[in-house]
């Protein structure tokens, strides 16, 4: 092509797109806030769920993947995973009250195929009826449902149809037949038993006082629990651990059951220790380190960081500014380029893209899902300190940009 040919092709593309139309375009996504960066995140996350689930067709619709490692149970199991984990990560941010901003219509339109979505997923009659029934996975993934309505009780689970209400409780009460092992699963039963407690509808004590006292008994120290007799040195402490052992304390010191309140108070403060780590785990480029099961689970590794914030519990160590700095940071580099989605808007097996021999043999792209529960903080309004605080380095940035940061101490 000579020079004269390249330099016409070059005038008719600054014709077509016009330089100044460009560089606006460039800025507006350059003064996106961090808020924004967030819900886009989330609302591109949960929209292929959501949107199909409420039309009851998450099943015929969802692009499924499983690990090559595949352990053969029934496939089912991915929708409820998917539809359980991404509720438990969003369930604080629809709580919030609706409003005419972009989020405010985002969040709506979320709430609304959810509280669809949630009655499709126990209707016997519905093409996605979950997988209650079989498999001993369902157990947990009911936990993260139980979650989600403790998390956003009045706007989740109170708006529910009396028929609907009952057929949930029926569902989470035949999950009694699964004998969870002796670990974290624990957990998901007292999850479960937690919030029929708190809704008033025939908890069992036993189960969530009994997972209470050996999770306690298996701290280790220094925020950390071992997952069972034995430590692991994985994230379950966040993907789990922390925050149900602290939810389910919450609900039932509030109502003087089964706990003492300080026994709650010494699980907020491991909890913050924990935080602490994670903090310091986020690298100056906005990354954390990879190791452990599970790993495909993503930004559900900082959970246990974003409940603290969602709680205005982070410890004094922690600012807002600097919390929020760093999780931005994650959350930019894990989903701002669309890497982590499959050809049908779903997440992908994988880290941070297509990395399916990553998986482990339990593991499909339901179960990342996960992922969400590190979005808890958009639970805050958009006027709270968490979102308004200027940003600060957070400790790696400042440790390896040479700058003056705190020494860690142990708890």
């Not at 709580?95 to 009655?119: F, I």
Request: net charge neutral.
């Amino acid at each position: 092509m000579s020079i004269k040919r390249i330099i016409g092709a070059m005038v008719a593309l600054i014709l077509l797109f016009p330089l100044g139309e460009l560089s606006a375009k460039d800025k507006k996504e350059i003064k996106k806030t961090d808020r924004e960066l967030w819900c886009d995140a989330l609302y591109r996350m949960a929209a292929p769920v959501l949107s199909n689930m409420s039309e009851g067709k998450l099943q015929q619709n969802m692009l499924v993947e499983l690990s090559p490692a595949w352990d053969g149970r029934d496939k089912r199991v991915t929708y409820m995973e998917a539809f359980g984990r991404l509720m438990a990560g969003l369930a604080p941010w629809l709580a919030l009250p609706d409003d005419a901003t972009p989020e405010g219509k985002q969040r709506k339109q979320l709430r609304e195929w959810a509280l669809k979505s949630y009655a499709h997923a126990v209707d016997p009659d519905s093409p996605d009826y979950l997988l209650w029934r079989k498999e001993n996975q369902p157990l947990v993934d009911a936990a993260y449902i139980a979650d989600s309505f403790l998390r956003a009780y009045d706007q989740l689970w109170l708006p529910l149809d009396e028929g609907t209400k009952t057929r949930y409780v029926e569902e989470f009460k035949q999950l009694r037949r699964v004998d969870p092992p002796y670990n974290n699963w624990l957990l998901f039963s007292a999850t479960v038993e937690t919030f029929l407690m708190k809704a008033g509808a025939g908890a069992d004590k036993y189960r969530i006082s009994s997972a209470l006292h050996k999770i306690d008994e298996w701290y280790v120290g220094d925020g950390w629990y071992a997952d069972g007799p034995h430590f692991a040195f994985d994230y379950y402490n966040s993907f789990v651990i922390h925050p149900m052992y602290v939810e389910c304390l919450e609900v039932v010191t509030d109502r003087k059951q089964i706990a003492p309140r300080a026994r709650y108070e010494t699980a907020v403060k491991r909890m913050q220790r924990f935080g602490i780590i994670l903090e310091r785990l986020i690298s100056p480029e906005g990354t954390f380190p990879v190791f452990g099961r599970s790993i495909t689970y993503r930004s559900g590794a900082l959970q246990a960081l974003a409940l603290l914030a969602l709680k205005e519990q982070l410890p004094q160590e922690l600012s807002n500014g600097q919390v929020r700095a760093g999780m931005t940071a994650v959350v930019g580099r894990m989903f701002a380029s669309g890497q982590n989605f499959n050809a049908g808007g779903f997440l992908t097996l994988g880290f941070n893209g297509s990395q399916p021999n990553i998986s482990d043999s339990y593991t499909n792209n339901g179960s990342l899902y996960l992922a969400s529960l590190a979005f808890l903080p958009l639970g805050l309004p958009a006027d709270h300190p968490f979102w308004t605080a200027p940003a600060e380095m957070w400790t790696s940035k400042k440790a390896w940009g040479g700058e003056p940061f705190p020494r860690d101490h142990v708890y």
